[in-house]
């Protein structure tokens, strides 16, 4: 392996921080996600940062590697032109599968919307590193990849994080990003040690670290990035020091976002907790690099298949209703469920700010009513036209005055107008474009 670059103390850029994050003190880098920036155009907060000489690291959210198929080549030709124009060191990536359905399992594709974790098994492990060293092979850069956080846990599991990770990184030769949070959070979820995972990495092989926080309701865990990072993380944080140098640091916020001075205290909080564990460790630990075989033995179609129709059936469950599969727990199934539909509702709300103006207080139940059974198989824009025509099918709102905006406001982007559907009558395509257009689009996490 190469060794890895020396990034330091950083902070996720997202456009509703940007001023604050260019006149934050000591900031050596920022991290922007990939699917935001549009291909040939950089922010100009991102240009100004570059200039003065701040790494920037694209960090893609919707690959999908522990799905089931191959990574899609224009997505990784996306991250690839990312990192070329950015001029960055890496490029990160998830752990996680966000879609599912398809060819694999001739059923209709599905996006999550968000995370989903892979089970730590031998054939999903088998299908990731093939995936992984595809990505790697399309990027011009070295790959990162981050557990996630989880709150449901996949029945007849092989291995533990830790295990799972130190396997793919030694078969691979990617590198590790370690979300503290992440490994919080499952310690509070899912009963996992954090100690016991930090133990089992390979920690040569951490390219950087990411910090966020988070909130407890009802006994579960919220990795919601936009609460103030809790100590417990933070701790986490003082164990990995302790353990080894970590070539960077990010704190990650990417909601809820606070005065440019509390932002600036989490960022010292997360170099506190760092310097604590340097403290701790005696002599420093430098990132080691040891020789890795990169395993070419490739996964074959039935271990794809497979894990194809466990993950469908999984994603199914979460955002169509359908039963929930043998194995896992029906309770935490449904707060996940719930978790998914909120999030669809506020990230459509961005993409389309106009429908909760127009809808008022009535556009969340509205619109957790339609995801409960309508799942998210295009992207979210998509997804925002498809929930518009839905109510006006149905005839909704009753204002009359509110549909008619409604209406008008989904004709500019759509097509013709979508009569209300009779009583008992089936669902029909609509006409025009919207009858034409294939929802495929993929969704962002």
């Keep these: ?38 291909p040939g155009h950089l922010p100009e907060s991102l240009v100004r940062l570059r200039e003065r000489g701040v790494t920037v690291v694209p960090h893609g959210v919707s690959l999908g590697l522990g799905g089931a198929e191959r990574p899609d080549p224009g997505q990784l030709a996306a991250l690839a032109e990312r990192a070329g124009a950015l001029g960055s060191p890496l490029v990160t990536e998830h752990i996680a599968f966000v879609r599912a359905g398809g060819p694999l399992t001739a059923s209709q594709r599905l996006e999550a919307g968000h995370l989903l974790p892979v089970p730590r098994t031998r054939d999903a ?131 809820n976002f606070p005065a440019a001075e509390e932002l600036e205290g989490e960022v010292a909080a997360v170099r506190a907790a760092v310097e604590k564990g340097r403290a701790e460790a005696g002599a420093p630990v430098v990132g080691r690099r040891t020789a890795v075989v990169r395993d070419a033995a490739g996964a074959g179609d039935a271990v794809r298949q497979r894990l194809a129709l466990a993950q469908a059936a999984l994603l199914s469950a979460l955002v169509a209703g359908t039963p929930v599969p043998e194995g896992f727990d029906r309770v935490r199934l449904g707060v ?51 929930f518009a025509e839905h109510l006006l099918r149905d005839g909704l709102p009753q204002d009359e005055a509110v549909r008619r905006e409604l209406r008008e406001w989904w004709l500019e982007r759509e097509g013709p107008v979508p009569r209300p559907r009779r009583p008992g009558a089936r669902w029909a395509c609509a006409t025009g474009r919207a009858l034409l257009r294939r929802r495929t689009a993929p969704g962002r996490t």
């Design 125 to 255: 492990l088998d299908v990731l590193c093939e995936n992984v060293r595809v990505a790697q092979d399309a990027l011009p850069v070295p790959l990162a990849v981050e557990n996630i956080a989880a709150l449901i846990s996949w029945p007849g599991e092989e291995m533990t994080e830790g295990q799972f990770l130190y396997e793919l990184a030694d078969r691979t030769g990617v590198r590790l990003l370690i979300d503290v949070a992440n490994l919080h959070t499952n310690h509070a979820n899912r009963g996992e040690d954090p100690a016991e995972a930090l133990g089992e990495l390979p920690l040569e092989a951490i390219a950087y670290v990411h910090v966020a926080g988070g909130f407890e309701r009802d006994g579960v865990w919220h990795d919601s990035h936009a609460h103030p990072v809790a100590q417990p993380v933070l701790d986490i944080l003082t164990d990995l020091a302790s353990r080894v140098a970590p070539p960077g640091v990010l704190l990650e916020r990417d909601e």
């Design 336 to 386: 996940q469920a719930r978790a998914l539909a909120g999030k669809r509702a506020d990230v459509v709300a961005k993409v389309a700010p106009e429908l909760p103006v127009i809808l008022g207080t009535g556009y969340r139940p509205a619109f957790l009513s339609y995801a409960q059974r309508r799942p998210m198989t295009g992207g979210y824009r998509r997804d925002a036209l498809d």
């Design 1 to 38: 392996m190469e060794r890895t670059a020396r990034l330091g103390t950083g902070v996720g850029w997202r456009p509703e921080i940007a001023g604050a994050v260019e006149a934050m003190p000591g900031i050596d880098w920022v991290e922007a996600v990939s699917e935001n920036l549009c």
